[in-house]
């Protein structure tokens, strides 16, 4: 590898060739500020925050973007540099909503931080605002233009991680907005609602369509019996959001905290993901010993199943029917749960705590009513949860440690892991292997579906039979597979596809993290460890060995794909176009 030796504000430092001087200056413990940068996904120089002086050169330089070379001198603390930079910031304040302790964002800021550490007392400039645009169709996400600073880092998280593409920069100048085709809400576009724009906006421009009024309005109902599932990967990052450091594990303070919030009773998806295994494990068995079609695909991320509609529904009948764990939950709640704690079903109301937005679009899916009551009444984010609790006096950190309620609070390690990516593949491997074999497993473990590469396979042999599988994370990874089969170069039997990179430990609704932040470890692969964490502590490790999920079969739905659990527990899909008509 060749090196380049250069100076950096008095300092030599040496780095590979082709390193930005923001990267080299990192090295070095400098710190360059930036707004639009993100590596490996925004790097465009275009908010020049992060401009140095290069001896020799006559302009500014963006160091984001400015590669090295040998013999370089850079500086990055100089009068024209920090002048340059609080002019910078000085306007893009000057057309901000400075409305901050009522920001969703407020000392959550990239802005805001950018403002404190370069000493901006005032705004010089007055001059006009752009007419702001607040967008809040979406079931999932809202857009408050009055708020962008057009880093332009959503439209490449949706460009160019997602593959989706449904926000640009529409007009041009100082018209110039972030918005969906002609000025569309997002709700009228192909937005699959994962929220992977709102995690990487360093200010308020994006966020989730706020729920917790309706929770705290049931919560207050006597008549209510409020009940709240816990999906597997806010486990690993609810703490986060009470000092509590990165993929800190907090599955048992999580009951005491919502206890003491008030809810009736509460309990964990991680229940009905060990049902979701029964059920999907069982039709891939079922397709592949009666020529069903293949490649099975996973359906429990909602914003990968509504990308499918969009984009690939010649994969529609490809798609497992399981309905997702959080809607098996809502379902189960409604019926046996009902039933067997002689509570009126239309006085149950579910409350979801997920680590996704497109949960909350998922929810309010008209075929989620099997029960004759929609499933889910509210979906909650791991950011709408914490802002709760903090509400309510009550500090995560503190909490005692207590268990989930009985019966739908017992799950196994099975369904702890589909928190991560590979996950949900690896706990259907568990069962499917010893329902074929009538033989235990040897090695639970199937490392070869885990990691954080974007696209994973693996071929796994069950009683003579190899079984060809592929993961994917991330909805431009989930192409290129699906891509692979239509072409007929790929010949899988399973594969697992989750909308966000990482899985759900990535989801759009976990805490959101700045630039910083982002570059010092990869917070998905440290909260993924965390999970696989939480499975090996496990008592049971295999779905199938849940009693709780036997006993649910043997009183109320007779075994995996019955025509019980078909009404309650299987759903459709829908073919969508990708403008749909107004």
């Not at 990487?200 to 009940?227: F, M, N, S, Y």
Request: charged share 25%; with cysteine; hydrophobic share 35%.
């Amino acid at each position: 590898m060749e090196m380049v030796t250069l100076t950096i504000d008095g300092q030599k430092v040496q780095v590979p060739k082709g390193t930005t001087v923001l990267e080299a200056a990192r090295k070095l413990g400098i710190k360059i500020p930036t707004l639009c940068f993100l590596k490996g996904i925004n790097e465009i120089g275009a908010c020049r925050m992060c401009v140095v002086e290069v001896k020799g050169a006559r302009n500014l330089q963006a160091s984001c973007v400015y590669p090295v070379s040998e013999g370089m001198e850079v500086f990055t603390n100089t009068p024209r540099v920090r002048e340059s930079r609080k002019t910078t910031l000085e306007l893009l304040l000057s057309d901000h909503n400075l409305e901050c302790p009522t920001c969703v964002r407020n000392l959550n800021c990239e802005l805001q931080k950018l403002s404190e550490e370069l000493g901006i007392k005032s705004i010089r400039y007055q001059g006009e605002k752009h007419k702001p645009k607040y967008d809040d169709f979406s079931p999932s996400i809202v857009r408050d233009t009055s708020k962008c600073i057009l880093c332009r880092r959503c439209v490449s998280a949706c460009h160019k991680v997602q593959g989706v593409g449904v926000i640009s920069p529409n007009h041009r100048g100082f018209n110039t907005m972030v918005a969906p085709v002609f000025d569309k809400s997002l709700s009228e576009v192909a937005c699959v609602n994962c929220g992977q724009c709102i995690l990487v906006c360093p200010v308020g421009a994006l966020k989730e369509k706020d729920d917790t009024d309706r929770v705290w309005q049931a919560l207050a109902d006597p008549e209510k019996h409020v009940i709240v599932q816990i999906a597997p990967a806010v486990r690993v990052s609810l703490g986060e959001e009470f000092g509590l450091g990165r993929g800190a594990i907090v599955t048992k303070k999580i009951p005491a905290a919502l206890r003491r919030m008030g809810f009736d009773r509460v309990f964990d998806t991680d229940f009905t993901a060990d049902l979701t295994i029964m059920e999907e494990g069982n039709e891939f068995l079922e397709r592949l010993n009666h020529g069903g079609k293949l490649p099975l695909i996973t359906s429990c991320s909602p914003g990968w199943i509504k990308f499918c509609e969009h984009y690939y529904p010649e994969f529609l009948e490809n798609l497992s029917t399981c309905k997702s764990p959080q809607q098996m939950f809502g379902a189960v709640a409604k019926t046996y749960y009902a039933e067997k704690m002689g509570i009126d079903p239309s006085k149950i109301f579910v409350v979801s705590v997920m680590p996704c937005t497109a949960k909350k679009y998922e929810a309010q899916r008209p075929e989620m009513r099997a029960s004759g009551y929609q499933d889910v009444d509210v979906v909650l984010t791991t950011r709408e949860i914490a802002r709760m609790l903090k509400e309510a006096g009550i500090d995560l950190a503190l909490m005692p440690d207590e268990e989930f309620d009985e019966p739908l609070g017992i799950s196994t390690g099975a369904g702890a892991i589909f928190g991560a990516t590979g996950g949900v593949m690896e706990a259907a491997l568990r069962t499917v292997y010893e329902v074929v074999t009538g033989k235990e497993l040897e090695r639970i473990d199937f490392t070869e579906v885990r990691g954080v590469e974007g696209i994973k396979e693996a071929t796994i042999e069950i009683d003579g039979l190899k079984v060809n599988v592929a993961v994917a994370h991330g909805l431009s990874n989930a192409k290129k597979v699906l891509d692979r089969v239509k072409n007929g170069e790929a010949n899988y039997h399973f594969i697992e596809i989750m909308c966000c990179p990482g899985g759900c430990v990535g989801g759009g609704g976990q805490p959101i993290l700045n630039a910083d932040e982002r570059m010092e470890l990869d917070y998905r692969e440290v909260r993924g460890n965390a999970i696989y964490e939480v499975d090996r502590n496990m008592p049971l490790r295999k779905s199938h060995e849940n009693p709780v999920v036997q006993q649910l079969y043997k009183e109320f739905l007779g075994h995996p794909l019955s025509e019980k659990s078909h009404e309650l527990l299987h759903t459709h899909y829908t073919k969508r176009p990708l403008y749909p008509e107004s």
